[in-house]
């Protein structure tokens, strides 16, 4: 929905593209992405001392965590996790995922054009969508008024100077409307996602403490007392195997993003005329017996090999499959990895809830699977 939203069809292709080589350009000057996320993992590691070792919801650091890489990446600065600005973003992202994932959401997904002009429960989410906008506009409008095209500081700065070169060019996709419409992409994609996956491995491992004791224990052989690295995931197979299953495992977009056909298409008899939206439904690949023994059950062994060295799976795809896998995989698994091993390096997660009445069932969701709420203990290692 945002998507259809916020960017034309026959721009999407373009803000993809481009987006996808920015992303991939960002070592940024002085700081890459890798110091970046190591950065914001020790903030993390600071607020979850400040818990004292007494039992929170991760749900909202986890998310300032993740949500500041993407800012970094977008405006080129982190927030603090007391800022007003930056917590009413994480408000209105919040709250313009849960209206997606509604019944006034699905149905406003088919009928936006006559509904956005009507009173209802719906206006709440377009206007979480409107302050996202604004908030967005600020930002670009600050970059604006300091931009040097010779030395562009993040994503907003490369789309303004995209913007000055095509500028003599009516039909350009450079525009303002793209730019706030493939930021709010990569703030949705970027921050829910990661946080969500995070959010269910810390479930996961206080249901099985036997497996977060196997990482600490590499975590201790590899890295010992030093900062992670994202270099340290080629040594660490176990650690790779959880990852990987906690992906498959809580297969937190089942349906896939909807994605559009660009022409007619002939699949298993059937043709599928262009402008036909097309959701890939992951979830029948990541819980495919034939594929996964037993899918319902939370197996890392199923991604090492008898040697006990990293098994990748050709049916693993959290992040989709195809010329429109999801841009930001990279910066995904980088984050997934840094901050799982220096959160687990530091802190040894526990709850008082027995490991056989934790759930790993998702919560209900239209579109998405999400761990069910709880609270967790973070006990310093050291």
Known sequence: MVKKALIDNKDAFRMRRFALTTLRNFGMGKRSIEERIQEEAQFLVEEFSKTEGKLFDPTFLLGCAVSNIICSVVFGKRFSYKDERFL?????????????????????????????????????????????????????????????????????????????????????????????????????????????????????LLKYPQIQAKIQDEIDHVIGDRCPSAEDSTKMPYTEAVIYEIQ?????????????????????????????????LLTTVLKDPEQFPEPELFSPDRFLDDKGAVKRHAALLPFSAGRRICPGEGLARMELFL???????????????????????????????????????AVPRH
Not at 255 to 274: A, N, Q, R
Not at 344 to 372: A, C
């Open 339 to 377: 901050f799982l091993t220096t959160l687990l390096q530091k802190f040894t997660l526990t709850t008082v809830v027995p490991t056989d009445d934790i759930d790993l069932r998702p919560e209900f969701s239209s579109t998405g699977h999400l761990p069910r709420y709880y609270k967790m203990s």
């Open 248 to 280: 498959r495992f809580s297969d937190i977009i089942p349906t896939g993003l909807p994605h559009c056909t660009t022409e007619d298409v002939s699949f298993g008899g059937y043709t599928i005329p262009k402008g036909t939206d097309v959701f890939p």
């Open 88 to 204: 009413s973003l994480l408000k209105n992202i919040t709250g313009t995922l849960r209206f997606m994932n509604s019944i006034w959401g699905m149905i406003f997904f088919y009928f936006h054009g006559l509904l956005r002009h009507i009173p209802g429960p719906h206006q709440k989410g377009i206007q979480h969508l409107t302050d996202i906008k604004a908030f967005i506009q600020e930002r670009v409008n600050k970059s604006m008024s300091t931009l040097n095209p010779d030395s562009t500081r993040h994503f907003i700065d490369c789309f303004l100077v995209k913007m000055q070169q095509d500028q003599q060019n009516p039909a350009s996709e450079f525009h303002n409307k793209n730019l706030v419409g493939s930021t709010m992409n990569l703030f949705f994609a970027g921050t829910e996602t990661t946080s969500t996956t995070l959010r269910y491995g810390f479930l996961t």
